[in-house]
């Protein structure tokens, strides 16, 4: 990261839709970091009665590098379109790293906006103006194009032992 970033307190930070993965995927992933002793800001890490969107802020200025994880209902959450617009903002000012994570989703539809996405963003488009979803589209679109990682290529292997 850049000489002007701001101080890491974190190691990652985690975007992810609350609904899609909280008690699976990103339950394994929080105990993977615990277990390499990466600290990772989770959104159940907010202190009851700090002010949300400043202290999510805080946290992904706060973090060397951030996941942002793609899920089928990803772009149905305002609050995960605006951490996103916060994480490319890092990413172009001071380099933090960031990488995408396409968890049972096709990187192209997240990049096009398709199937799902295409549905959210309808739904989004009779709520907000249609500059802030032109912002949010261009977001998914530039944080889509990174190199990231697909669920799809990997099965899960179950062991015996």
């Not at 394994?28 to 159940?44: G, M, P, T, Y």
Request: aromatic share 12%; net charge positive; charged share 25%.
């Amino acid at each position: 990261m850049s000489n002007n970033a701001p101080q890491p307190k974190y190691d990652v930070f985690v975007n992810f839709r609350g609904k899609d993965i909280r008690h699976g995927f990103l339950g394994h992933l929080a105990k993977a970091f615990s277990r390499k002793q990466i600290n990772a800001f989770v959104d159940e890490k907010l202190k009851r009665g700090d002010e949300i969107s400043h202290s999510l802020v805080e946290a992904i200025e706060g973090s060397f590098m951030s996941l942002i994880i793609f899920s089928e209902n990803y772009a149905s959450s305002r609050w995960c379109l605006e951490e996103l617009l916060k994480i490319i903002d890092c990413k172009e000012k001071y380099g933090q790293i960031v990488i995408p994570v396409f968890y049972g989703v096709d990187p192209t539809n997240v990049r096009h906006q398709r199937k799902s996405y295409e549905k959210a963003f309808a739904e989004l488009e009779k709520r907000y103006s249609s500059s802030k979803v032109q912002i949010w589209r261009h977001a998914l679109n530039k944080s889509a194009n990174l190199s990231g990682i697909k669920s799809l290529d990997f099965r899960l292997v179950l062991s015996s032992t």
